[in-house]
């Protein structure tokens, strides 16, 4: 039950796109990424995800709702089966909260499809 | 899928050891809480506690277990099972993300019991 700080965490690797996993919790992941640029069009059928920015600005796109813009300190739900791209303006941290087991790329695999690597 | 401020959400209330829902994501909530002092020991047969803290500092005390001091930006998981109690000194801001229906005050009923009221 050692606290985890998210500045410390983020600050122990550098690659973007590319989930560490922090902790799980009822069977829920706790993932730290680093953003940098546009993701890939996804959705997760299953699974809500939540998205909150530690540092940086991120932007989700939707196809069918108006962006949601995230500044350091916000967040947001995206409810399962919605399609979605995150786009960080121009680098962004951002933790997210989602069932333990979902693909960072949801239904599609791509380049950016990443195995989640547990933190140090 | 508006953002949720974690500093407004904050400031929209003043009552200590009464939960907000901010938000659901998978069966489980976000609760936002201003604590203050002592919390009463308890614990939740069947739900792991993520505490966040938002501002301030969380002391989370345990029977066998020495206790977790969290700064802002520090989260800690606490698992299922596990007697503990909070202690704000002498006030922080936390957030808690745990199955919804979880009751604040686990296993036992006191004056500090509370229903979860939603975030306006």
Redesign the interface.
């Known amino acids: 039950?050692?606290?985890?700080?998210?500045?410390e965490a983020f600050d122990s690797f550098d690659e973007t796109w590319s989930p560490r996993l922090a902790?799980?919790?009822?069977g829920?992941a706790?993932k730290l990424a680093k953003a940098d640029g546009e993701f890939v069009w996804h959705s997760h059928e299953s699974?809500?995800?939540?998205f909150l920015v530690?540092a940086g600005r991120l932007r989700?796109e939707?196809r069918e709702?108006a962006d949601?813009?995230?500044?350091a300190?916000?967040?947001?739900?995206?409810?399962r089966g919605?399609e979605h791209r995150p786009v960080a303006e121009p680098e962004a941290e951002i933790v997210l909260?989602?069932?333990s087991g979902t693909r960072n790329t949801g239904d599609v695999e791509t380049d950016e499809t990443a195995e989640v690597e547990r933190l140090d």
């Open positions: 039950m050692e606290p985890i700080s998210f500045t902790a799980e919790c009822n829920q706790v699974a809500d995800e939540l530690h989700i939707f709702a949601a813009v995230l500044e300190g916000e967040f947001t739900v995206v409810p919605t909260f989602e069932p």
